[in-house]
């Protein structure tokens, strides 16, 4: 090669007439020795370095052996020793642009691993070429040395036409199966994918927000296989190394009974039916519900009651559509938000429920065949439910209480190639734009959609007093019970102990006055920052024609506590109030029965109507 003459071209110097010392090709796979990720070329040359040749001054020596071609620095005197720090400091930066030529021929081009043109062909594929050394073999004289440049490059050769390789190099992955003591499966697929092109600040730029090239993250969609039916997409890690050329991806997949409708991601409870006796029945769900981080609470909570009403079927049979139409009644309500790190609902109802009447044959068989049927939901805004498919995620996740989750981030956080002169490598970026980081287009994916927050109609009564937001109330209650005296007394009929039928009256009734009665009113409030307002004590008070003397009265204060916070002050009252009344009450007439100073409403709203109340035909 040296009879040839070697010509070498790296980052604007030219070193002329050189020994190629070192050329050696090595064919690289990927770590399971499948992929072919390149050839890693180690190159190294040698000649001399003359300080007039380099400086580019009049040529007193002939030809130069070796010529650095580029002025010197401002200001650097005109040594042999400072055109060697010029050059040694220019063939020892990274990620420049390498030729060598043997005599007029270019036997090799390679561009550098940060060019971000993708035409570009015969880029280094391992982000280089990287100078491995200078050295100073020995000092010939006071202007001349005999030094040596080495450097190493990697390729990947498509074909006769140079074309350019992709973004991606390999991507191999495993498959594993394992199935647990119920027989499910869960699937496991783990794989390395290559890189070809780095990641770096564009422009020599220090903020973060210009990184160019080719972000690992924007290859994830092609680590992520499609989900089978009846799976649900239980782990998707995608790690991604420090030379931002190797990811590491894990998929793990596990099969599931029934799939979570859309927005939940989870879904557990259970489905009680019972009876004692055949024909009174009760049902009972329990649903929890656990959702992404963008999931709307109030979609979560719709859902579940959907699940429920699934099961118990009590907007069926309160409609009345149903041809065997039952009547219940609900005996527990509760909806729990959880609120906190994780995004939960429960939801819980029990209810009391009859079977049409002469119907109890049919019903029971109903009541053996709903259970453990598959669950069904008719379409919401998350679309049709179908109970063998999962949501399947976003390939970079959700914002919470917002969208989908923008590869910006994951971007931003990516190590990229810099250069000890230039920016420093940071964590510390600012928040990405949008802008600079374009959506791509990824897997299928549910559209979240919030419903609409429920308001009150124009119009609609509203039973709730704002006057107790000041000062808020944690306990309120107030009773009323009329003791009711008819004067009536029971007397023993006079007669032999061991004579007479047994079915003859031992007593007679007599009733020495009019009835008598009485109201007894309890009430206890707790009030959080002022004290509890109850009623009034009144020696007297009028009800329609009914009229109430105050007899006795007692109240109940105790001391004030703090509350756990410790600043604020917690009120308690209890208080008994004892009323004689004028006269019973008739079957006709109302009673009062209180008003609690947390609504807006009045004696007459609350008012009892005892003729809606006592039935005739109830007994006794």
């Known amino acids: 090669m040296s009879s040839v003459g070697t010509t070498v071209e790296y980052n604007g110097i030219t070193l002329s007439n050189c020994l190629t010392k070192q050329w050696d090709e090595q064919v690289v796979y990927d770590d399971s020795g499948t992929d072919l990720i390149g050839q890693k070329y180690s190159l190294r040359f040698e000649g001399y370095l003359h300080a007039q040749s380099a400086g580019g001054n009049a040529d007193v020596t002939g030809s130069p052996v070796w010529m650095g071609k580029g002025a010197p620095q401002a200001g650097d005197p005109d040594t042999m020793i ?26 090799l081009h390679v561009e550098p691993a940060t060019d971000i043109n993708r035409g570009t062909q015969r880029k280094d594929v391992n982000n280089g070429p990287k100078p491995r050394n200078i050295t100073v073999e020995r000092v010939v ?44 499966t869960t699937r496991t697929i783990s794989g390395k994918l290559y890189m070809a092109v780095g990641f770096r600040p564009g422009n020599g730029a220090a903020d973060v927000k210009a990184l160019e090239g080719a ?21 998707i890690s995608f790690a991604v190394d420090r030379t931002g050329l190797i990811c590491d991806y894990v998929v793990v997949d596990r ?71 039952i009547s219940w009644m609900p005996r527990q309500i509760a909806i729990i938000d959880h609120f906190g790190e994780v995004n939960a609902v429960d939801v819980r109802f029990a209810i009391e429920y009859y079977p049409p009447q002469g119907n109890v044959k049919y019903f029971l068989q109903d009541f053996i065949t709903r259970l453990g049927e598959p669950l069904k939901l008719p379409a ?3 679309g049709a439910y179908d109970n063998t498919r999962s949501p399947v995620p976003s390939l970079h996740g959700y914002d919470s209480h917002g969208g989908q989750r923008s590869e910006a981030w994951a971007i931003v956080r990516a190590c990229y190639l810099s250069f000890p ?35 009150l109609a124009t119009g609609e009564t509203h039973y709730s007093d704002t006057y107790g937001m000041d000062g808020f109330y944690t306990i309120i209650r107030m009773e009323s019970s009329y003791p009711i005296h008819t004067t009536r007394v029971q007397l023993p009929i006079a007669s032999r102990v061991d004579g007479g039928n047994e079915t003859d009256p031992t007593s007679v009734f007599v009733r020495l006055a009019r009835g008598q009665a009485k109201r007894l009113i309890r009430v206890e409030a707790e009030r ?9 004590l009144l020696d007297t008070y009028n009800d329609s024609s009914l009229k109430g003397f105050l007899i006795s009265s007692n109240l109940e204060m105790q001391a004030p506590t703090l ?19 004028s006269r019973p009450p008739t079957a006709s007439e109302k009673l009062r029965v209180g008003v609690l100073r947390h609504t807006n409403l009045t004696q007459d709203d609350n008012a009892l109507p005892l003729s809606e109340v006592f039935k005739t035909e109830l007994g006794p």
Not at 215 to 235: A, I, N, S, W, Y
Not at 421 to 447: G, K, M
Not at 528 to 534: A, F, R, S, W
């Open 215 to 235: 972000p690992p993250f924007r290859h994830k969609v092609l680590t992520v296989p499609p989900l089978e039916r009846g799976f649900k997409r239980q782990k």
């Open 528 to 536: 959080v920052g002022k004290y509890p307002e109850i009623p009034a």
């Open 141 to 184: 004289g006071e202007r001349l040395l005999f030094i040596s440049f080495a450097i190493d490059v990697s390729l990947v050769e498509c074909g006769s036409d140079g074309q350019a390789p992709d973004a991606t190099l390999s991507n191999r992955w495993s498959v594993s199966e394992e199935m647990d003591d119920n027989f499910f």
């Open 82 to 107: 400072s055109h060697y720090e010029d050059i040694r400091r220019l063939l020892s930066k990274p990620r420049q642009t390498l030729k060598v030529f043997f005599g007029d021929s270019l036997v």
């Open 380 to 382: 919401s805004q998350g």
């Open 255 to 325: 099969q599931v009974h029934t799939s979570a409708p859309w927005p939940a991601t989870k879904i557990s409870g259970s489905h009680t039916e019972s009876t004692t006796t055949g024909t009174k029945f009760f049902a009972a769900a329990n649903v929890r519900l656990e959702g992404p981080p963008h999931a709307n609470k109030k979609r979560l909570i719709e859902t579940a009651l959907r699940v429920i009403d699934s099961r118990l079927r009590f907007t069926v049979h309160k409609s009345g559509v149903s041809a065997n139409t």
């Open 421 to 455: 002169c230039a920016a420093r490598a940071s964590l510390q970026a600012d928040e990405p734009s949008e802008e600079t980081f374009p959506e791509i287009e990824e897997v299928e994916s549910y559209d979240p959609q919030a419903p609409s927050t429920p308001t």
């Open 563 to 581: 509350a756990p916070n410790g600043v604020q002050v917690i009120y308690h009252t209890e208080a008994e109030y004892l009323y004689g009344l």
